[in-house]
C-alpha cells in the first residue's frame, strides 16, 4: 500500500520560501509514475501546484511557475516542494500526491500539512 | 486554461435516496475527468477516473458518465458517509490540471 506523508514548517515569514518534503513508502518513486504537489487554502478549493517524474521532468502550474521547484531524491525514495517568495495567499494544507502526467488523476494523497504565511 | 463549473454549490439530499452531481468543462475533456470525495479535515479520495471507473474499493453505488463538456457523478442511495464535498478534475488538457469549485452534499 502506498502511503506518503509530508513535513516542514507550519509557518513560513513572507516574502522567505516554502520548503516541504514528501516521504514515500509502500513503493519506489525510481519505479514509475509521476508525483507531485496540490495545495487547498482554507475554505476553498483544490489547486495543482506540479509534477515530477522519477527521471526529473518537470511541469508546473503557469500560476506559480516562477516560484516553484519540485525534485526528487530517489535514494531517499521522497520528493520535495520549494515555494519562494511566499505571500499570504500562499497559505493552505499542501498535499503531496502520485498521479499526473500520462495517469492524469492523483491516487493516493498524503494527509496534508498546513503552511500558514504570517510575521 | 480549462475552467471546470460543478452544479449546484450545495446539495441537500435525505439518506437512502439518490444524489445527482454535474460538473462542466469550458471545452472537451473528452473521457478525461475523475471525481474526488473530501470530508472535513482530510485528503481527497479518488472515486472516479476515466469519467466512469471507479477506483479500487470504491462503492458501487458512485457511478460516473459523461463525455466531452458534461459530466455526472450519481451517488445511489445516499450512506452517512457520503456527507461530504466533491470535486471533479479534468486532466485531458495540462498543464495545468483544473478542478471544479466543489459541491457540498449536505443531509436533507
Known amino acids: 500500500q502506498v502511503q506518503l506523508q509530508e513535513s516542514g514548517p507550519g509557518l513560513v515569514k513572507p516574502s522567505e520560501t516554502l520548503s516541504l518534503t514528501c516521504a514515500v513508502s509502500g513503493y519506489s518513486i525510481s519505479s514509475g509514475y509521476y508525483w507531485g504537489w496540490l495545495r487547498q487554502p482554507p475554505g476553498k478549493g483544490l489547486e495543482w501546484i506540479g509534477n515530477i517524474y522519477h527521471s526529473g521532468s518537470t511541469y508546473y502550474n503557469p500560476s506559480l511557475e516562477s516560484r516553484v521547484t519540485i525534485s526528487v531524491d530517489t535514494s531517499k525514495n521522497q520528493l520535495s516542494l520549494k515555494l519562494s517568495s511566499v505571500t499570504a495567499a500562499d497559505t493552505a494544507v499542501y498535499y503531496c500526491v502520485r498521479g499526473g502526467g500520462s495517469t492524469g488523476w492523483f491516487d493516493p494523497w498524503g494527509q496534508g500539512t498546513l503552511v500558514t504565511v504570517s510575521s | 486554461e480549462i475552467v471546470m463549473t460543478q452544479s449546484p454549490a450545495t446539495l441537500s439530499v435525505s439518506p437512502g435516496e439518490r444524489a445527482t452531481l454535474s460538473c462542466r468543462a469550458s471545452?472537451?475533456?473528452?473521457?478525461?475527468l475523475a471525481w474526488y470525495q473530501q470530508k472535513p479535515g482530510q485528503a481527497p479520495r479518488l472515486l472516479i477516473y476515466d469519467a466512469s471507473t471507479r477506483a479500487t474499493g470504491i462503492p458501487a453505488r458512485f457511478s460516473g458518465s459523461g463525455s466531452g463538456t458534461e459530466f455526472t457523478l450519481i451517488i445511489s442511495s445516499l450512506q452517512s458517509e457520503d456527507f461530504a464535498v466533491y470535486y471533479c478534475?479534468?486532466?485531458?488538457?495540462?498543464?495545468?490540471?483544473?478542478f471544479g469549485q466543489g459541491t457540498k452534499l449536505e443531509i436533507k
Open positions: 471545452q472537451s475533456v473528452s473521457s478525461n
Open positions: 478534475q479534468q486532466y485531458n488538457t495540462w498543464p495545468p490540471y483544473t
